[in-house]
Nanobody
Framework: VQLQASGGGLVQPGGSLRLSCSASGFSVEHYATGWFRRAPGKEREFVAAINPSGSASYYKDSVKDRFTISKDNAKDTVYLQMNNLKPEDTATYFC?????????????WGQGTLVTVSS
């Protein structure tokens, strides 16, 4: 089972980035998938998750109106579109696969991709 995240980088406040997470060794259509992040000096936190079919998604309150999680089951890829980025969004972002039962429980983790929001 592997999760390969990409798409991080340096962006100015107000800008956009799209993170991608490519899965191998399993099919994302059978699992909930999600994103977590860890900002410098802070604990890891949940960002967003999506159910196996892609019909329902869940977000951290502070990103709800700016980030969109989606998936392409045919490509075994999960995306996180991030708009109107703020300096406080600076973090290493991790993609995950797991289950959703009232809340999202990650079971497999990919390596992180760094997002830096700075002018």
């Amino acid at each position: 089972v592997q999760l390969q995240a990409s798409g991080g980088g340096l962006v100015q406040p107000g800008g956009s980035l799209r993170l991608s997470c490519s899965a191998s060794g399993f099919s994302v259509e059978h699992y909930a998938t999600g994103w977590f992040r860890r900002a410098p000096g802070k604990e890891r936190e949940f960002v967003a998750a999506i159910n196996p079919s892609g019909s329902a998604s869940y977000y951290k309150d502070s990103v709800k109106d700016r980030f969109t999680i989606s998936k392409d089951n045919a490509k075994d890829t999960v995306y996180l579109q991030m708009n109107n980025l703020k300096p406080e969004d600076t973090a290493t972002y991790f993609c995950t696969a797991g289950v959703y039962k009232g809340r999202y429980y990650p079971a497999a983790w990919g390596q992180g991709t760094l997002v830096t929001v700075s002018s």
